[in-house]
């Protein structure tokens, strides 16, 4: 083996990280010897996930976080450098959706909370996360978007959120392509549905077990099913991958007409 799924020694901060695929990541790249800093805005339960991490002998940092907020972000990203001197990697996981809402059902509130959540933060933290890594001549830097499969293929009533998807997996390769030049690695997880805040909705809705049938491996997916392919997109495994989009999802992309 020439490359390593061993995190000692990388510090690597993950937006949204008080419930969800965050709070998930946070134990998992922490017990692959990582310093996590969680963010997001309920406090007590970063703090909660931040006790349980250190009790397990991992390394961990809660810092209040509003991706919504430029002055918040940045606060996070320089959080994470002021602590630590050095910012490893950054995970764009904070995610909302508006509702099972068509295009016409929307208004332009839930249009801007949810690209500004799952969009323009991700634009505004890598962007300063970027200058920061060359303010602090790190020599290099790694992000991580979590897009979704709504990426790719159409849905309906998931609108703005697929288009916000959509635009996110555009946006890591736009990114990787530019980024190649500080060094820094854009490269994005498109999980399938897992049940979470964000996929209730139509998880635990009577559509559910018809759209489950969709799922090539007939079942929804697990947190643990996403072990793998975060601890490789987090770490020098992924060292020559750049501009990637890994779908995680029992093969709902490949199902069949
Ligand atoms: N669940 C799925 O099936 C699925 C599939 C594909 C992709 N995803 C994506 O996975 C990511 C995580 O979502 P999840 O499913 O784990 O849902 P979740 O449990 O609702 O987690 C969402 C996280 O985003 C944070 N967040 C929302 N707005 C924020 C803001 N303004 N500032 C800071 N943090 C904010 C929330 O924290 P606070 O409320 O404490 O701020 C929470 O920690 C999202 O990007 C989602 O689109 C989910």
């Known amino acids: 083996m020439t490359t390593s799924f061993d995190l000692t020694g990388k510090v690597i901060a993950i937006t949204g ?3 969800g695929f965050g709070h998930h990541f946070a134990g998992v ?3 692959a010897g990582a310093t996590v800093v969680l963010g997001a805005r309920r406090e007590e339960k970063l703090q909660a996930r931040v006790r349980a991490i250190i009790a ?40 909302v959706e508006a509702g099972a809402k068509t295009y016409t059902m929307i208004d332009e509130q839930d249009w801007d909370f949810v690209m500004d959540t799952n969009l323009k933060s991700a634009w505004l933290s890598s962007k300063y996360y970027t200058e920061q890594v060359q303010a602090h001549k790190q020599g290099g830097g790694n992000i991580v978007m ?7 293929r159409t849905i309906k009533g998931q ?13 890591t390769e ?6 190649s030049r500080y060094k820094i690695r854009v490269n994005a997880l498109a999980p399938g549905y897992i049940l979470t805040d964000v996929s209730r909705i139509l998880l635990e809705s009577d ?13 929804f997916g697990e947190f643990e099913d996403l072990d793998g392919p ?21 093969g709902h992309l490949c199902a069949s007409l």
Do not use: C
């Open 56 to 95: 397990n002998g991992g390394k961990a940092l809660a810092v209040p976080l509003d991706v919504l907020n430029k002055n918040s972000i940045h606060n996070f990203i320089d959080a994470a450098f002021s602590n630590y001197g050095q910012l490893d990697v950054l995970i764009n996981n904070a995610g």
């Open 174 to 179: 736009i990114m990787a392509l530019e980024a």
């Open 207 to 219: 559509a559910a077990p018809e759209f489950v049938k969709g799922i090539p491996m007939r079942r």
């Open 29 to 31: 790249l922490a017990s």
């Open 17 to 19: 990280a008080s419930s």
């Open 230 to 250: 975060i601890l490789l997109l987090a770490s020098d495994a992924s060292r020559y991958m750049t501009g990637s989009v890994i779908a995680v999802d029992g």
């Open 146 to 152: 979590i897009s979704s499969i709504t990426d790719t």
């Open 159 to 171: 609108f703005p959120y697929a288009v916000s998807k959509g635009a996110l997996t555009r946006m």
